[in-house]
Protein backbone atom coordinates (compact mmCIF):
# COMPACT_ATOMS: atom_id res chain seq x y z
CA UNK A 1 0.00 0.00 0.00
CA UNK A 2 1.14 3.64 -0.70
CA UNK A 3 1.77 5.70 2.41
CA UNK A 4 2.73 9.27 2.81
CA UNK A 5 4.74 10.75 5.49
CA UNK A 6 4.61 14.38 6.64
CA UNK A 7 7.03 13.97 9.95
CA UNK A 8 6.69 17.40 11.23
CA UNK A 9 3.65 18.66 12.62
CA UNK A 10 4.85 22.13 12.77
CA UNK A 11 7.28 24.96 11.23
CA UNK A 12 7.71 28.66 11.11
CA UNK A 13 9.28 31.35 8.91
CA UNK A 14 10.07 34.74 8.88
CA UNK A 15 8.08 36.59 6.66
CA UNK A 16 10.36 37.21 3.11
CA UNK A 17 12.58 33.82 4.07
CA UNK A 18 12.84 30.76 2.52
CA UNK A 19 11.31 27.41 4.33
CA UNK A 20 11.31 24.05 3.23
CA UNK A 21 8.72 21.01 4.24
CA UNK A 22 9.39 17.65 3.92
CA UNK A 23 7.40 14.93 2.50
CA UNK A 24 8.66 10.99 2.08
CA UNK A 25 6.52 7.98 0.43
CA UNK A 26 6.11 5.08 -0.14
CA UNK A 27 5.10 3.10 -3.09
CA UNK A 28 6.27 0.02 -5.74
CA UNK A 29 4.57 1.80 -8.94
CA UNK A 30 7.10 3.36 -11.15
CA UNK A 31 4.77 5.86 -12.07
CA UNK A 32 3.00 8.30 -10.60
CA UNK A 33 1.88 12.08 -9.35
CA UNK A 34 2.82 13.66 -6.31
CA UNK A 35 1.11 16.77 -4.93
CA UNK A 36 1.38 19.61 -2.53
CA UNK A 37 -1.56 21.18 -1.27
CA UNK A 38 -2.36 24.24 0.80
CA UNK A 39 -5.25 24.50 3.25
CA UNK A 40 -5.67 27.85 4.64
CA UNK A 41 -7.99 28.70 7.77
CA UNK A 42 -11.18 28.88 5.28
CA UNK A 43 -10.41 25.06 4.80
CA UNK A 44 -10.34 25.42 1.24
CA UNK A 45 -7.98 22.50 -0.29
CA UNK A 46 -5.95 24.91 -2.96
CA UNK A 47 -3.46 22.90 -5.30
CA UNK A 48 -0.19 24.33 -4.90
CA UNK A 49 1.90 22.34 -7.26
CA UNK A 50 2.48 19.01 -9.31
CA UNK A 51 5.37 16.54 -9.93
CA UNK A 52 4.79 13.62 -12.66
CA UNK A 53 7.63 11.39 -11.82
CA UNK A 54 8.66 10.37 -15.16
CA UNK A 55 9.83 13.94 -15.44
CA UNK A 56 13.02 14.77 -14.32
CA UNK A 57 12.72 18.23 -13.88
CA UNK A 58 11.23 19.52 -10.40
CA UNK A 59 8.15 21.23 -10.80
CA UNK A 60 8.16 25.25 -10.37
CA UNK A 61 5.33 27.31 -9.81
CA UNK A 62 6.44 31.02 -8.81
CA UNK A 63 7.72 31.00 -5.51
CA UNK A 64 7.00 27.55 -4.97
CA UNK A 65 9.52 24.49 -5.82
CA UNK A 66 10.17 20.84 -5.49
CA UNK A 67 13.64 18.66 -4.60
CA UNK A 68 11.79 15.56 -6.24
CA UNK A 69 14.30 12.82 -5.78
CA UNK A 70 12.71 9.53 -6.81
CA UNK A 71 15.09 6.89 -5.75
CA UNK A 72 14.95 8.29 -2.08
CA UNK A 73 11.03 8.73 -2.59
CA UNK A 74 11.30 12.41 -1.42
CA UNK A 75 9.90 14.83 -2.16
CA UNK A 76 9.92 18.27 -0.55
CA UNK A 77 8.39 21.78 -1.34
CA UNK A 78 10.35 25.03 -1.30
CA UNK A 79 8.56 28.33 -0.78
CA UNK A 80 10.44 31.31 -1.14
CA UNK A 81 10.08 34.91 -0.29
CA UNK A 82 7.04 33.81 2.37
CA UNK A 83 4.55 36.18 2.73
CA UNK A 84 1.72 36.17 5.73
CA UNK A 85 -0.49 34.64 2.87
CA UNK A 86 1.31 31.74 3.03
CA UNK A 87 0.29 30.70 6.68
CA UNK A 88 -1.62 27.09 5.79
CA UNK A 89 -1.76 23.53 6.81
CA UNK A 90 0.10 21.50 3.82
CA UNK A 91 -0.81 18.58 2.78
CA UNK A 92 1.92 16.18 0.52
CA UNK A 93 -0.19 13.79 -1.28
CA UNK A 94 0.29 11.10 -4.01
CA UNK A 95 -1.71 9.77 -6.65
CA UNK A 96 -1.13 6.69 -9.63
CA UNK A 97 -2.26 8.03 -13.19
CA UNK A 98 -4.68 5.09 -13.81
CA UNK A 99 -7.21 5.14 -16.60
CA UNK A 100 -10.46 7.23 -16.39
CA UNK A 101 -10.64 9.29 -12.93
CA UNK A 102 -11.14 6.53 -10.02
CA UNK A 103 -7.48 7.11 -9.25
CA UNK A 104 -7.31 8.07 -5.09
CA UNK A 105 -5.15 10.35 -3.97
CA UNK A 106 -3.13 9.52 -0.63
CA UNK A 107 -2.56 12.18 1.64
CA UNK A 108 0.09 13.15 4.50
CA UNK A 109 -1.03 14.06 7.89
CA UNK A 110 -0.43 17.37 6.87
CA UNK A 111 1.78 20.66 8.29
CA UNK A 112 0.86 23.88 9.94
CA UNK A 113 3.30 26.53 8.75
CA UNK A 114 3.00 30.06 10.40
CA UNK A 115 4.47 32.71 9.03
CA UNK A 116 6.15 35.42 11.38
CA UNK A 117 5.36 38.65 10.11
CA UNK B 1 -10.64 26.72 -13.62
CA UNK B 2 -13.03 24.08 -12.38
CA UNK B 3 -15.07 25.20 -9.97
CA UNK B 4 -17.06 22.54 -7.43
CA UNK B 5 -19.56 23.79 -4.92
CA UNK B 6 -20.90 22.16 -1.57
CA UNK B 7 -24.33 22.63 0.24
CA UNK B 8 -24.72 23.49 2.67
CA UNK B 9 -21.25 25.18 3.78
CA UNK B 10 -22.60 24.78 7.47
CA UNK B 11 -25.47 22.84 9.08
CA UNK B 12 -26.36 21.90 12.19
CA UNK B 13 -28.66 19.06 13.10
CA UNK B 14 -30.44 17.07 16.16
CA UNK B 15 -29.24 13.79 17.33
CA UNK B 16 -30.88 11.25 15.44
CA UNK B 17 -31.91 13.17 12.20
CA UNK B 18 -30.61 12.89 8.76
CA UNK B 19 -28.35 15.61 6.93
CA UNK B 20 -28.03 15.79 3.26
CA UNK B 21 -24.77 17.57 1.58
CA UNK B 22 -24.71 18.45 -1.57
CA UNK B 23 -21.25 18.58 -4.37
CA UNK B 24 -21.70 19.52 -7.25
CA UNK B 25 -18.96 20.74 -10.25
CA UNK B 26 -20.63 23.61 -12.03
CA UNK B 27 -18.10 24.16 -14.90
CA UNK B 28 -17.15 20.59 -16.32
CA UNK B 29 -18.39 17.06 -15.78
CA UNK B 30 -17.46 14.98 -13.41
CA UNK B 31 -17.03 10.92 -14.52
CA UNK B 32 -15.94 10.87 -10.59
CA UNK B 33 -16.53 12.48 -7.07
CA UNK B 34 -14.71 11.61 -3.81
CA UNK B 35 -16.17 12.37 -0.27
CA UNK B 36 -13.84 12.83 2.50
CA UNK B 37 -14.16 13.82 6.18
CA UNK B 38 -11.53 15.55 8.28
CA UNK B 39 -10.97 16.45 11.53
CA UNK B 40 -9.28 19.42 13.10
CA UNK B 41 -5.66 20.00 12.77
CA UNK B 42 -5.99 16.19 10.73
CA UNK B 43 -5.54 15.08 7.21
CA UNK B 44 -8.60 14.22 4.82
CA UNK B 45 -9.73 10.94 5.17
CA UNK B 46 -11.05 9.20 2.30
CA UNK B 47 -14.78 7.93 2.91
CA UNK B 48 -15.76 6.89 -0.55
CA UNK B 49 -15.28 7.54 -4.36
CA UNK B 50 -18.62 7.72 -6.82
CA UNK B 51 -19.26 7.22 -10.06
CA UNK B 52 -21.82 8.26 -11.98
CA UNK B 53 -24.61 6.20 -11.89
CA UNK B 54 -23.28 3.34 -10.12
CA UNK B 55 -22.71 2.70 -6.70
CA UNK B 56 -20.08 4.07 -4.55
CA UNK B 57 -16.99 2.09 -3.39
CA UNK B 58 -16.52 3.00 0.30
CA UNK B 59 -13.43 2.31 1.92
CA UNK B 60 -12.99 0.19 4.92
CA UNK B 61 -14.45 0.99 8.18
CA UNK B 62 -16.72 3.12 6.48
CA UNK B 63 -20.59 2.68 7.28
CA UNK B 64 -22.54 2.55 3.84
CA UNK B 65 -25.55 2.83 5.75
CA UNK B 66 -24.84 5.62 7.56
CA UNK B 67 -23.20 7.69 4.81
CA UNK B 68 -25.58 7.32 1.84
CA UNK B 69 -23.66 8.12 -1.22
CA UNK B 70 -25.61 9.44 -4.69
CA UNK B 71 -24.01 10.27 -7.81
CA UNK B 72 -27.29 10.80 -10.11
CA UNK B 73 -25.34 12.82 -12.40
CA UNK B 74 -22.22 13.61 -13.98
CA UNK B 75 -22.51 17.21 -11.81
CA UNK B 76 -24.15 16.51 -9.00
CA UNK B 77 -23.23 13.86 -5.94
CA UNK B 78 -24.76 13.62 -2.50
CA UNK B 79 -23.90 12.56 0.86
CA UNK B 80 -26.59 11.65 3.66
CA UNK B 81 -25.82 11.51 7.06
CA UNK B 82 -28.58 8.86 8.38
CA UNK B 83 -29.32 9.10 11.97
CA UNK B 84 -26.43 11.33 12.75
CA UNK B 85 -24.98 11.39 16.39
CA UNK B 86 -22.87 13.75 17.60
CA UNK B 87 -19.74 12.09 16.90
CA UNK B 88 -20.47 12.01 13.48
CA UNK B 89 -19.72 15.80 13.38
CA UNK B 90 -17.09 16.36 11.19
CA UNK B 91 -16.01 18.57 8.50
CA UNK B 92 -16.78 17.06 4.74
CA UNK B 93 -15.40 17.45 2.14
CA UNK B 94 -16.12 16.63 -1.19
CA UNK B 95 -14.03 16.47 -4.77
CA UNK B 96 -14.74 15.99 -8.38
CA UNK B 97 -12.43 14.49 -11.13
CA UNK B 98 -13.14 13.91 -14.75
CA UNK B 99 -11.65 11.31 -17.00
CA UNK B 100 -8.09 12.89 -19.59
CA UNK B 101 -5.22 14.82 -18.57
CA UNK B 102 -4.16 14.75 -15.41
CA UNK B 103 -7.51 13.58 -13.95
CA UNK B 104 -6.98 15.70 -11.26
CA UNK B 105 -9.52 16.23 -8.39
CA UNK B 106 -11.13 19.58 -7.71
CA UNK B 107 -12.46 20.40 -4.74
CA UNK B 108 -15.15 21.79 -2.89
CA UNK B 109 -15.26 24.63 0.12
CA UNK B 110 -16.58 21.78 2.72
CA UNK B 111 -19.06 21.64 4.85
CA UNK B 112 -19.46 21.66 8.28
CA UNK B 113 -21.79 19.51 9.90
CA UNK B 114 -22.39 20.07 13.90
CA UNK B 115 -24.76 17.23 15.51
CA UNK B 116 -26.02 18.07 18.78
Known amino acids: AQTVTQSQPEMSVQEAETVTLSCTYD???????LFWYKQPPSRQMILVIRQEAYKQQNATENRFSVNFQKAAKSFSLKISDSQLGDAAMYFC??????????????FGKGITLSVRP | GAVVSQHPSWVICKSGTSVKIECRSLDFQATTMFWYRQFPKQSLMLMATSNEGSKATYEQGVEKDKFLINHASLTLSTLTVTSAHPEDSSFYIC????????????FGPGTRLTVL
Open chain 2, 95 to 106: SASQAGGHNEQF
Open chain 1, 93 to 106: AYRIPLTGANSKLT
Open chain 1, 27 to 33: TSESDYY
